[in-house]
């Protein structure tokens, strides 16, 4: 994987997860596909296969850039503004 110029800005340790779902999802009566970490604050949102795509919402709200996986099994980042696994 690339390091974009992003990861080394991000909080170390890593956020923890503010919930455990997408808590837009869960409002809107919705279901995610899959979850996302914002590795800035700790925001869990859904992934873009999911109807609202919250984890990019966030990215354009915030400019926070640098996500996670937060499937079980899975490891990788994705930075939003390079458009890049990291």
């Known amino acids: 994987m690339n390091e974009c110029s992003h990861v080394s800005a ?50 354009e709200e915030t400019g926070h850039p640098v996500m996670r996986t937060f499937e079980p099994g899975e490891d990788w980042r994705w930075c939003f503004v390079d458009g890049s696994i990291v």
Request: hydrophobic share 30%; charged share 10%; aromatic share 4%.
């Open 10 to 59: 991000l909080p170390h340790p890593e956020p923890a997860p503010l919930s455990e779902t997408c808590p837009e999802c869960l409002a809107a009566g919705s279901h995610p596909v899959q979850l996302r970490l914002c590795l800035s604050c700790g925001h869990v949102g859904c992934c873009d296969s999911s109807p609202f795509r919250h984890a990019t919402a966030h990215f």
